[in-house]
C-alpha cells in the first residue's frame, strides 16, 4: 500500500473542520425545535422503542443505555448514562424527562449508583415529546451503520428549550439556555400566535424570566432582562433565599431555604464552616445541614441582636450564595446551522414547527380516514347480498379466485377484496350493516372537519393554540424562583465582621509590628539586637496611628 503525500496544514485544517462541525452539530447544540442534543434524543426515542413509557414498569438502566449505544450513539456508555441521570434529577431539569428509581444523585453532589442498580422509564411530559412521532411527523434518517432509522428531531408539544434549558461547549462557540416556567411560555406563545409583531416587552408580560428548579431569587431589573432577551446574551445573579427564626430566651438562627441553581450544598455548608472557623464571621457560631425534602441549612446566631440581613450580605459576597449566571440562547436552527437568537425567534421557530407537526399529523389522519372509508364503502357493497359474499368465498378453491370473484361481482378493487378476504368466515357473517354505517358516517365527518382545518391558516393556527393550551393545563404550574427588580441594594460595614476583643500592639525597635491577645514581656519572641520599643493596650476596633520622624503618618 503506497503512501500518500498532502500538505500539512491543508490536512489539519479540513480534519479539525470536519471535528469542529461534528461536535456543532451532532453533540454539543441543542435543536431549537424539540430542545435536544443528539444523545437526549436518543435516549428519550431509544426508551420508547423498549417500552420504558410512563404507563410501564421501570427498566434497568443498564438496559437503556446498550440500547442507545448499541443501536444509535457510537460513543462510551458513561457519557450516555451520565445524560440520562441528568434528566432524572429535579435539581438539573426544571421539567424532568425521565423518571429515574434509585439513587440518582443529590444536590450535595453525590454521584449516581451505577447503571446496574438504578432503573428508569419515562416521565409523564416525556411523552409529549414523541405523541406525535407515529403520524410520521418528522423525518428519519440513517443510524451510525445504516442498519437502523432515528427522527432528526422529535415532534415536541412542550417548548423544551425554554422550560429546560440546556448548556454544552462546542467548537468556538457555546451555550447556556436557562430554564424556564411551562405556564409562562405557553401564554407567550399563545399570545404570539394572535400577536405576530409582539415585542420583547410584551413577551416579558408573560415570560417574567428564567425559573431555575432549585428556587432562589434572580437579580435584574426589567430592562436588563429585556436587553438579554432581545440580544440572546447577558448576565444575571441568582441569590439563594433564607429566613428567620426565633428561638427560645430571644435566640434566633438564620435558616437558608433555597440555593442558586447548580450550587453544591455540602460544598457551600464548607464554605461557610470555613468562615466561621477563621472568624471571617463572627456572628455566626455554627452551622447544620438539616436538610430532608428540600433546603434547610441553620446558621446559629451569636445573639438576638446580630442583624441577619449583615450576615447574608456577607455570604452573598463571600460564598456561592450568590452567583453569576451567563446566558447564550446559541442553538440550532432547523437549517441545522448553529445561531444566537433573541427569545421571540426561541418562540417563532417553536410555532412554525408546531405548525409544520400539526398540519403533517392532519395529514397522515385523512390519508388513514380515507383508507378506512374506502374498505367500508366496500364492506357496504357486499351488503346488498352478504351471502351471495360469502358463497363465492366458500366454493372458491383459493384466494386467488375469491378475490377475482369478489371484485367481479360486487364491483370492488384489489384493496377492498383484500380487506374482505381478510376477514375470517364468521366475523364476515356476523358483521352488521347499522355499525358499518355509523362508523362511516362518523370517519366521514371527521374527514371533512379535517379539510375544513388544513385549507385555512386561522384553523391551523388554532389547532396549535389548543395543543399549547392543554399542555399548559396538564402540567402548567407555578414560578420557582422569584425575579427581584434591580435587586435591593445590599451592603455592610466591614468593622461589623470584626471580633470586638482587647489586644496589645507591640512595636521593636527593628520596625516589626504585631497584635497579640496578652503581653508578657518575657515570653516575647524577637531577633537577635533587637527589642521592644512600645506596647498599647488597644481593641480589634480601634484603628492605630504611627508618626515617623520624617513627618509620615502610617494608620
Known amino acids: 500500500m503506497g503512501v500518500s503525500q498532502t500538505i500539512l496544514h491543508e490536512e489539519v485544517e479540513s480534519r479539525y473542520l470536519a471535528y469542529a462541525l461534528s461536535t456543532i452539530v451532532s453533540r454539543a447544540l441543542p435543536d431549537v425545535r424539540d430542545g435536544l442534543k443528539p444523545v437526549h434524543r436518543r435516549i428519550i426515542y431509544a426508551m420508547d422503542a423498549i417500552g420504558a413509557k410512563q404507563a410501564a414498569r421501570h427498566v434497568k438502566s443498564a438496559r437503556v443505555v446498550g440500547e442507545v449505544i448499541g443501536k444509535y450513539h457510537p460513543h462510551g456508555d458513561a457519557a450516555v448514562y451520565d445524560a440520562m441521570v441528568r434528566m432524572a434529577q429535579d435539581f438539573s431539569l426544571r421539567y424532568p424527562l425521565v423518571d429515574g428509581q434509585g439513587n440518582f444523585g443529590s444536590v450535595d453532589g453525590d454521584g449516581a449508583a451505577a447503571m446496574r442498580y438504578t432503573e428508569a422509564k419515562l416521565s409523564a411530559i416525556a411523552g409529549e415529546l414523541l405523541a406525535d412521532l407515529k403520524a410520521q411527523t418528522v423525518a428519519f434518517s440513517d443510524n451510525y451503520d445504516g442498519t437502523l432509522t432515528e427522527p432528526a428531531v422529535l415532534p415536541a408539544r412542550i417548548p423544551n428549550l425554554l422550560i429546560n434549558g440546556s448548556s454544552g461547549i462546542a467548537v468556538g462557540m457555546a451555550t447556556n439556555i436557562p430554564p424556564h416556567n411551562l405556564s409562562e411560555v405557553c401564554d407567550a406563545l399563545i399570545n404570539l400566535i394572535g400577536n405576530e409583531d409582539a415585542s420583547t416587552a410584551e413577551i416579558m408580560a408573560k415570560i417574567k424570566g428564567p425559573d431555575f428548579p432549585t428556587g432562589g431569587q434572580i437579580i435584574a431589573s426589567a430592562e436588563e432582562m429585556k436587553e438579554i432577551y432581545r440580544r440572546g446574551k447577558g448576565s ?26 447548580s450550587v453544591n450544598k455540602s460544598r457551600l455548608v464548607e464554605k461557610i464552616a470555613d468562615l466561621i472557623i477563621s472568624k471571617k464571621l463572627p456572628m455566626v457560631t455554627d452551622v447544620k445541614d438539616e436538610s430532608a425534602e428540600g433546603v434547610r441549612v441553620v446558621l446559629e446566631l451569636r445573639d438576638g441582636k446580630v442583624d441577619s440581613k449583615k450576615v447574608m450580605t456577607f455570604l452573598y459576597k463571600h460564598s456561592d450564595m450568590e452567583i453569576n449566571f451567563p446566558l447564550n440562547f446559541t442553538c440550532l436552527t432547523p437549517l441545522a446551522t448553529p445561531e444566537r437568537l433573541s427569545i421571540k425567534e426561541v418562540l417563532n421557530h417553536f410555532l412554525d414547527f408546531r405548525k409544520e407537526v400539526v398540519v403533517g399529523k392532519l395529514e397522515f389522519e385523512r390519508a388513514s380516514l380515507e383508507k378506512r372509508i374506502h374498505i367500508l364503502q366496500g364492506f357496504m357493497k357486499i351488503f346488498v347480498d352478504l351471502d351471495a359474499a360469502i358463497a363465492i368465498i366458500r366454493v372458491a378453491e383459493n384466494r386467488a379466485e375469491a378475490h377475482e370473484n369478489l371484485k367481479d361481482r360486487f364491483e370492488l378493487d384489489d384493496e377492498q377484496a383484500k380487506a374482505i378476504l381478510d376477514l375470517r368466515l364468521h366475523a364476515l357473517v356476523r358483521m352488521e350493516v347499522s355499525k358499518i354505517e355509523e362508523e362511516l358516517a362518523a370517519k366521514e365527518k371527521r374527514l371533512k372537519q379535517i379539510n375544513t382545518i388544513l385549507v385555512s391558516r386561522a384553523k391551523i393556527w388554532r389547532e396549535v393554540r389548543k395543543e399549547i393550551a392543554a399542555v399548559k393545563k396538564g402540567y402548567g404550574d407555578k414560578r420557582c424562583t422569584a425575579v427581584i427588580a434591580g435587586g435591593p441594594q445590599l451592603a455592610y460595614d466591614k468593622e461589623d465582621f470584626v471580633v470586638h476583643e482587647d489586644v496589645f500592639v507591640v512595636l521593636t525597635r527593628n520596625g516589626w509590628l504585631k497584635r497579640v491577645k496578652s503581653y508578657d514581656p518575657r515570653t516575647q519572641l524577637l531577633k537577635e539586637g ?26
Open 236 to 261: 444575571i445573579k441568582i441569590r439563594g433565599e433564607f429566613e428567620v427564626e426565633t428561638l427560645k430566651r430571644g435566640r434566633r438562627q438564620l435558616v437558608i431555604t433555597s440555593l442558586p441553581y
Open 530 to 555: 533587637d527589642e521592644v520599643l512600645a506596647v498599647i493596650n488597644a481593641n480589634t476596633k480601634e484603628t492605630v496611628a504611627f508618626f515617623s520622624n520624617f513627618g509620615k503618618v502610617y494608620v
